[in-house]
């Protein structure tokens, strides 16, 4: 190996544990860009069809967000309360529940067997209490937030500054394809951030009023679980379906049978109708692709990294398609 190509080998490793070691940083950095490109969207809207400046635009989307957080949260805050009281109170029953049936079915006298006796509502409370001690860092993960926030909004302030810096920073001969590349990423990540909103909204208002009208208890928490969780696909809905799975179950086997269907035809209608129909001019993300991407940053990074991989793979792919299969693939010869 040549001298430079070991120099270039080494810089490559150093830039690597560079990275790594900056990972939470470059994390909230990211979120940051996610949260701006989201503003920017409605922002854009405002500039180009009322003709005013960037910053009172950007002021008039913050405080209407603000606003609308405010009712939403005075609306529904209480009654999301109350709810969360009386799952608390649900879960010892909900847990004998699935004892007793695994305990009635032969095929599954072992299963039960299997399943601690920690797991009694007796031996979960304490866990519960010693939740407290993870008030440091919720504390931590607030900061993160409202830094991730305050980053968004001085991005989406001058925009036009932030992208001339990472231009100026490519090689002249490079500077108009990576132009190019951010726009594209830039449309890609609004386009997707803009569909997956109005989808998860959808599936929130649907799952609500189904549930509402089957009389499931708690039908608001479940439904808000549902909505939220439809940002992180193949995984998150089948995971907020266990929430009125589980208090259907307290009430009837009929009725966790017709939650059930009410929330596989909500999930076909948004896997097969809405998302298509928001994310038709956006990047297509192969299931394949979205589940590897929530795993492989869920081992690495936690929680942060399930929510924040497929907008991180939306900017890659049409980083991928741009760069190195349209001037490197293609060109290849």
């Known amino acids: ?5 070991l120099l270039a080998a080494l810089t490559l490793v150093v830039l690597a544990l560079l990275v790594w070691q900056l990972r939470w940083v470059l ?17 854009h809207g405002l500039i180009k069809r009322f003709k005013i400046q960037r910053p009172l635009a950007l002021l008039v989307v913050v ?7 405010l009712v939403v949260i005075r609306l529904l805050l209480p009654e999301l309360i109350t709810q969360f009281g009386q799952l608390t109170s649900l879960l010892p029953s909900l847990l004998g529940k699935i004892r007793t049936i695994l305990a009635s079915q032969p095929q599954l006298a072992e299963l039960n067997q299997t399943i601690p006796d920690q797991i009694s509502w007796d031996k979960v409370q304490p866990v519960g209490s010693q939740l407290l001690g993870f008030a440091g860092g919720a ?4 900061i993160q937030v409202l830094l991730m926030s305050l980053l968004a909004v001085l991005l989406a302030l001058d ?3 932030h992208r ?3 231009i100026a920073a490519t090689p002249r001969p490079a500077r108009a394809a990576m132009a190019e590349v951010l726009n594209s990423c830039r449309a890609a990540l609004g386009g997707w951030l803009a569909g997956m909103t109005l989808s998860a909204t959808a599936v929130f ?3 609500w009023a189904g549930l509402a009208a089957l009389k499931v208890p708690l039908a608001l928490l479940s439904a808000l679980l549902c909505g939220v969780l439809t940002f992180v696909p193949t995984i998150g809905p089948t995971a907020a379906t266990l929430l009125p799975l589980g208090i259907a179950l307290l009430i009837s086997p009929a009725l966790m049978v017709q939650v059930l269907v009410l929330r596989l035809v909500i999930q076909n209608l948004e896997a097969f109708l809405l998302t298509p129909l928001l994310l038709r001019r956006t990047v297509n993300l192969l299931p394949t692709v979205a589940l590897t991407s929530q795993l492989s940053l869920g081992a690495l990074l936690g929680l942060p990294g399930v929510l924040l991989a497929l907008p991180l793979v939306v900017v890659l792919q049409v980083g991928m398609q741009q760069v190195v299969v349209q001037r490197i693939m293609d060109r290849w010869t």
């Open 1 to 5: 190996m040549s001298p430079r190509n």
């Open 27 to 43: 994390l909230v950095l990211f979120g940051a860009v996610v949260l701006a490109v989201a503003l920017d969207v409605p922002v």
């Open 63 to 69: 405080l209407a967000l603000m606003v609308g957080g």
């Open 139 to 142: 504390a931590n993960g607030v």
């Open 159 to 161: 925009p036009q500054a």
């Open 164 to 166: 001339g810096m990472l």
């Open 205 to 207: 208002l649907l799952t």
